[in-house]
């Protein structure tokens, strides 16, 4: 059987593919994974939805009765209240979000050396951080009141959460500088990693073993035999 001009179509296509790969300079992955990284971080930066954040603070008071150094561990324990289904529970109503979306936008963090509670509200709108923030430590200030006379230590509100002005997501040319840096380091390992042309090894010869000479006179070596 003779085989046809279109059998033949691609065998000569990856041919002339891998003849023009061979052509091109061994660092060549290096400056194409730079420029899909860069378009990949661009495209990010415009195209992913912004992120805001806002913070409202409490603090705990100790009663009078109380010895003053039980606020700051108090405050560690309502610090991690914060995400609690009671505390979410309360506060989705003035969030205006789901208990379930609540928990992907809210964090807490508490100090060591000082019994302050930080609530940070995470959302695609500045308004709704705001609201978020404030909508869950006001559910954490309510709790704590329910067991203040018992505990001896109660939180007040020590600052209002307000509405951000700027995005805390990475900016357009924030993500494009990431990107290409991601880039160029993908291509540096591919570098690494991938196989030598065998025109790049260069073989050392090594002399091989050279015949000690026998210095020994002729007399003596007729003595020995």
Request: aromatic share 4%; net charge neutral; glycine share 8%.
């Amino acid at each position: 059987m003779t085989e046809s001009p279109e059998q033949h179509r691609p065998a000569a296509l990856r041919k002339r593919l891998r003849t023009s790969l061979t052509r091109l300079p061994h660092w060549w992955p290096l400056p194409v994974c730079v420029l899909l990284g860069t378009a990949s971080g661009l495209s990010y930066g415009l195209l992913a939805a912004p992120q805001y954040e806002a913070t409202s603070y409490a603090m705990a008071v100790a009663e009078e009765e109380t010895d003053p150094s039980a606020a700051l561990g108090y405050a560690q324990s309502y610090g991690r209240l914060v995400t609690s289904d009671a505390t979410l529970s309360y506060a989705q109503g003035a969030a205006g979000e789901p208990m379930r979306a609540l928990r992907s936008q809210v964090r807490s963090e508490t100090s060591p050396d000082s019994p302050m509670i930080a609530v940070t509200g995470t959302s695609n709108s500045a308004d709704k951080a705001a609201d978020i923030a404030n909508a869950v430590i006001e559910a954490v200030i309510v709790s704590s009141g329910h067991v203040s006379k018992d505990t001896g230590v109660k939180l007040i509100k020590f600052t209002h959460a307000m509405k951000p002005d700027q995005p805390v997501s990475p900016s357009v040319p924030l993500g494009t500088a990431v990107g290409a840096a991601a880039g160029g380091l993908l291509g540096g390992l591919v570098l690494l990693v991938r196989p030598r042309r065998a025109g790049w090894s260069v073989s050392a010869q090594v002399p091989g073993p050279t015949a000690a000479e026998d210095h020994t006179p002729t007399d003596d070596r007729e003595l020995v035999r």
